[in-house]
């Protein structure tokens, strides 16, 4: 995969997606994936997140964001395809903001 066929999706989850285990199974999914970026709780009660890969693999983590893990309920996801940056090396759980 060329580095012209890297974008970027972010994402805001809505719903119960606090105290349930979502960044940690958003983590898993996108480390079995193999995408970079990260994801943090806002203090809105959201969860958000920005990964960069290729536009199949990032929309097979929009429908694991859709979805969430079996504890959460996902009430909506509004999400935007970006340009990529490049500047991930990893995925991280980032600080609440």
């Known amino acids: 995969m060329g580095e012209k066929d890297i974008i970027r999706l972010h994402a805001l989850v809505e719903g119960r997606v606090q105290g349930v285990g979502f960044r940690f199974f958003v983590l898993e999914t996108a480390e079995t994936l193999g ?3 990260w ?12 990964a960069e890969g290729s536009r199949a693999i990032l929309e097979r983590l929009l429908l ?12 909506r996801v509004q999400s935007e395809w970006l340009a990529a940056t490049g500047e991930f090396k990893s995925f991280a759980v980032r600080s609440t903001v």
Do not use: M, Y
């Open 35 to 37: 995408v970079k970026g």
């Open 39 to 50: 994801v943090r709780n806002r203090w809105d009660e959201t969860v958000e997140v920005t």
């Open 64 to 75: 694991a964001l859709e979805r969430g893990p079996d504890s959460a309920f996902v009430s």
